[in-house]
């Protein structure tokens, strides 16, 4: 069995295999980066008009396809779920000041898009800065990050936890149950400790989204707005999660403690780069190089690609594929000796040393 240390447990996060980025503030990938930086206006409200633009008509597709057959509106459900993938990407961007230059059309942005995605934008934005400051540090897990214990800590756990943990990762409730409860009930809430302007977004978006939801109902139908929206949120919950997941969720992540844990070795090794169709690239605003975003996250999802493509540092990173990504899935636990994502059952059959 393993030695590993102890930690503290509870959620995180970790991801492919990279060069070695050991540079301090001179690093050379900070040259490269600077000039993707830039937001580029014309193609953030391109984005608006074919992201923003596609999901409201997709709901006035639905409004009018109800009349005629539920079989008609729910495959555009199913559609309008892909497309607030795209459409929270660019609340992720608002939130991390880069998909405008302009502070106050991000928080406008950010403002709207957060209620299309049932997210309140100042408490998210705090939360999600957290996570980037802590990717891949084994001390400071447990803010916008998903639940990772290390093989150490399982195995000293109570017979509760172990079975709460194994709950957690379960792809149904991973996929499934935990996207609806995180729109539903704990974007609803503030996180214990947070500012008062977090405090009050996460208020005045629940009061927002309250009057939306009663309008919605008014149009469509109670019964109707509510199946229709949760068709929305189940597709899109679940391939977010499952993005979101495949970015530090793989077996060459990266982990390390907190003294020797490096921003730099966090983005390129403990980030990945899920090499997806053109057509999964277009929904998911080019997430998947999540490695690019977590060296710069001032990088707007429309300059990810070009900044990847620019230089060879970032041609080392290996690529992850879906079907790579989809075996991923069974791994549960990290081993700090050595330095893996194992699973469950690497446990039963004493492979770890």
Not at 41 to 58: E, H, K, N, P
Not at 109 to 114: K, L, M, Q, V
Not at 255 to 263: I, L
Not at 294 to 316: K, V
């Amino acid at each position: 069995m393993t030695n590993d240390a102890d930690a503290p447990s509870s959620p995180s996060a970790s991801a492919p295999t990279a060069p070695s980025a050991r540079g301090g503030p001179g690093a050379a990938w900070r040259d490269l980066v600077a000039t993707h930086q830039r937001p580029h206006r014309g193609r953030a409200i391109r984005q608006l008009f074919d992201t923003v633009g596609s999901y409201v008509a997709a709901w006035f597709l639905m409004y009018l396809a109800l009349p005629v057959s539920w079989w008609l509106a729910l495959p555009l459900a199913a559609l309008a779920g892909g497309l607030l993938v795209r459409v929270f990407i660019i609340f992720h961007d608002c939130g991390h000041g880069s998909f405008f230059r302009s502070n106050r059309a991000n928080a406008i942005w950010g403002a709207i898009t957060g209620l299309l995605t049932f997210t309140p934008y100042l408490h998210w934005r705090g939360e999600h800065a957290i996570h980037h400051g802590t990717a891949g540090d084994l001390d400071r897990r447990g803010i916008g990050d998903i639940w990772t214990m290390t093989v150490r800590e399982y195995l000293e756990a109570s017979r509760w936890r172990r079975f709460s943990y194994r709950l957690s990762r379960n792809p149904i409730v991973l996929f499934v149950v935990a996207p609806l409860v995180m729109f539903l009930w704990l974007h609803r809430i503030t996180r214990v400790g947070c500012p008062t302007r977090e405090r009050w977004s996460v208020y005045l978006t629940n009061l927002t989204l309250a009057g939306a939801v009663f309008g919605m109902c008014c149009l469509f139908g109670t019964v109707e707005f509510l199946v229709l929206q949760l068709v929305v949120l189940m597709v899109g919950g679940a391939a977010g999660v499952w993005l979101f997941y495949l970015q530090h969720q793989f077996e060459d992540a990266y982990w390390e403690r907190g003294a020797d844990w490096n921003y730099e070795r966090a983005a390129l090794q403990g980030s990945s780069f899920l090499r997806l169709p053109r057509v999964l690239q277009w929904f998911s605003g080019n997430i998947g190089f999540h490695h690019i975003h977590h060296l710069s996250p001032r990088i707007p999802n429309y300059n990810l690609e070009r900044c990847h493509a620019s230089d060879p540092l970032f041609h080392g990173v290996r690529p992850l594929t879906i079907r790579q990504g989809l075996r991923a899935l069974g791994l549960k636990l990290w081993c700090e000796s050595r330095k893996k994502l194992v699973g469950f059952r690497a446990l039963r059959q004493r492979q770890l040393g």
